[in-house]
């Protein structure tokens, strides 16, 4: 207590001090804001201790780093998480009372740092954090975006976007580094002098660093996430200025910013623009300037490399590290290019995260060739290279006219990983097939995992409580102690306990809805939820077309003995994605159908809540009882999101697709609705000309569903709006969404039967927790630092 006491009128002390020093404001004028600037900045100051000591120690221990190149850190709001990671939470609490400020309201105001798409930028985050908690020597690498994913709104049903404005306020947890500044280029000739290669670059560019410290679990150790900024060579033409063209004057200075300006929205396929290329080469050429930069300063011979460098990089995004690094080897160091090329190979690692074909990056090589003439032809010695040592290949990095970054990065990685069991598997046989007969011990395997810090201490305080106090705290950087609640889920008095946690939970969604969306939820009924990126092959319009089936049915049979449901989604499209925007619109336009029926809405509730981003979702995750991950089988490579529910007690209806396989393993199958087609079932069934059509009259369900988005049910003003989509999904439906529609719709009834026993969910609930200690990032970060890394945690 007295410990407390005095460590909690420091505290104090440090807050008023920001407020008034670096916010320049007294107490009794403070806004918000300023208060939330004030506190970032008392809590970064503690980070910074850590931080600087995990650096010295770093470098004095001179232990392998790891580098993660991502064009995408989701990272979500920092307060909160900094002040969890510190444990920090009563100390903070009582110091804002003292003010008379409330935690909840300061930690509200900051703005999602919205740094990426969906999964696979989230899962950069994840490893951020963990790699910290572990103690693992790391940096994160990417860009630093002044305009994140764009935020979502609707307009009758439509999805609008508008710009993500995260910088337009200061943001207090970087650290501008303007000391760190690389010159890039682009485009230019390739030059031969004095025997050597060299590339002349016609347009430059500088990069610029920010700094954000990564505090792990307790503050034990610190890394550093590293953004590059675009920044003119030359910012400002003085002499076009004082002609008087004042646009023309700045027009350097904005070109070059315009590579740091946005992030692309595109999930998983390629906006195939000139200005992507640049980025990833501004951002990979940047930061692998910065690892030789640092490298050098404690060595001396290059060849040492390898032995204290691992470069992973998150999907092919920034494949062209590779390249860029042998050319510096190669053609500004001298190396030979074979011993370039070890050393590269030596350092450089891969993850995959999707097989969907239009995912896999490859560029036009005369773009290519037109931005980086001299990475091309390192491009073609690569492949030589390769077709040396393995005459019969047939792939190449750069055949039909294109420069192919998943080949490339295969052929360049030490180890390549899929990101589920399924998924590296698939890896194996279908796009990677001929390179792994090649390199048979090149693919390994590391699912995917999500920070327990987050995704459950953080986000559902009740539950965590309930945790610790039943096994105590050790979980919460050791996930799989969460097996030891086993034996009290017998235990009546426990899991009624649980019980309430969840409905509190969903108390706080409710009014959190109600606030917000000005809806009213029914908590006693059954809270499902389908929350992620929406694309076909996630299969949004498969649960709306099975919640207008059973919304058909209730209506049949107003007084039947229904298991009451609220249907929750939330997701952006990519802007140029029209399908995918109609789905969006279509639930919307059946929740205002479904919501103001006087004759279903006790049974049935259609919500789709807009601008989906972490913070949302660490609202409706632990609030949810039933988690849809329920993909065409082998499409999604791991999914992460059906391991934040299973982990805050869920249950999964879903298909045998990437990571949900694993969880069902690990859950029990009596504790998981599985419904579906196997993902090779998916292909035969695929050569079946009308396998929709089958479906279709095999299941009248199913068939007055598709009607009635023909026959205007959900859009009386303007009839034909949805008969495209009952078309596709009638004459072509590549993602077989009627061929699974009435395995869904068993699955759903089972789960409807197994809801009416809340005793027993409550029961399967507490098992899906006590059984996904296994999915915490941590077990994947060792996973990659023992089988792909080689680097080892500097935590005594
Ligand atoms: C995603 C995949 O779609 C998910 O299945 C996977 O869990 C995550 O990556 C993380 O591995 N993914 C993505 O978000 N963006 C891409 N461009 C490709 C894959």
Known sequence: MPRKARTSSEFRDALLKHLTYTMGKDPEHAQFFDWRMALSHAIR??????????????????????????????????????????????????????????????????????LGNGGLGRLAACFLDSLSTIGCPAMGYGIRYENGLFKQSFVDGRQVESPETWLQEPHPWEFERPEVRFTLGFGGDVIYENGKTLWRPAELIQAEAFDTPIIGWQGKWANTLRLWAGRAVDPFDLGLFNAGD????????????????????????????????????????????????RFDSQHDDIRMLPKKVAIQLNDTHPAIAGPEMLRILH???????????????????????????????????????????RHLQIIDRIDDAHYKAHPHRTLSARSDGQVKMGELSFIVANRVNGVSALHTDLMKKTVFRELHELHPDRIVNETNGVTPRRWLHSCNPGLSRLITDTIGEGWVDDLEQLERLEPLI????????????????????????????????????????????????????????????????????????????????????????HFAKDIIRLINDVAKLVNADAATRDYLQVIFLPNYNVTLAERLIPAADLSEQISTAGKEASGTGNMK????????????????????????????????????????????????????????????????????????????????????LTWSDYFLVCSDFSDYWRAQREVDEAYRNPEKWAEMAALNVARSGWFSSDRTIRGYMCDIWGAESLLA
Request: proline content about 3%.
């Open 490 to 577: 017998g235990d009546k008095a426990w899991i009624e306990r649980f019980e309430t946690v969840k409905s509190d939970n969903k108390q706080a969604l409710a009014s959190y809805v109600a606030q917000t969306h000005g809806v009213k939820l029914n908590t006693e009924a059954m809270f499902d939820v389908q929350i992620k990126r929406m694309h076909e092959y996630k299969r949004q319009h498969l649960n709306i077309l099975e919640a207008i089936a059973h919304w058909q049915e209730i209506k049949d049979n107003p007084n039947g003995d229904w298991t009451p449901r609220v249907k929750i989604f939330a997701g952006k499209a990519a802007q140029g994605y």
């Open 246 to 293: 004042f646009a023309a004057a700045a027009e350097h200075e904005a070109l070059a910013r315009t590579i740091s300006r946005v992030l692309y929205p595109e999930d998983s396929n390629e906006a195939g623009k000139e200005l992507r290329l640049k980025q990833e080469f501004f951002f990979s050429a940047a930061s692998i300037r910065d690892i030789l930069r």
């Open 331 to 373: 053609d500004e160091r001298g190396l030979s290019f074979e011993d370039a090329l070890e050393i590269v190979h030596g350092c450089m690692n891969y993850t995959n995260h999707t097989l969907l074909p239009e995912a896999l990056e490859r560029w036009d090589e005369r773009l290519f060739g037109r931005l980086l003439p």
């Open 645 to 728: 529910f299973a982990l805050n007690g869920a249950l999964t209806v879903g298909t045998l697709d990437g990571a949900n396989v694993e969880i069902r393993e690990r859950v029990g199958p009596e504790n998981f609705f599985l419904f579906g087609m196997l993902a090779d079932e998916v292909m035969q069934r695929r050569m079946i000309h009308d396998h929709a059509q089958q479906a279709i009259n095999a299941d009248p369900r199913l068939a007055r569903a598709l009607n009635a988005l023909r026959d205007g049910t959900f859009s009386p003003e303007d009839p034909g709006r949805y008969t495209h989509i009952a078309d596709n």
């Open 45 to 114: 100051d503690r980070m910074v201790d850590h931080w600087v000591a995990s650096t010295r120690k770093t470098y004095e221990q001179d232990g392998k780093r790891v580098y993660y190149l991502s064009m995408e850190f989701l990272i979500g709001r920092l307060l909160e998480d900094g002040i969890f990671n510190l444990d920090m939470v009563e100390e903070v609490k009582e110091a804002l009372d003292h003010f008379g400020m409330d935690m909840r309201t300061i930690l509200n105001d900051e703005p999602d740092a919205a």
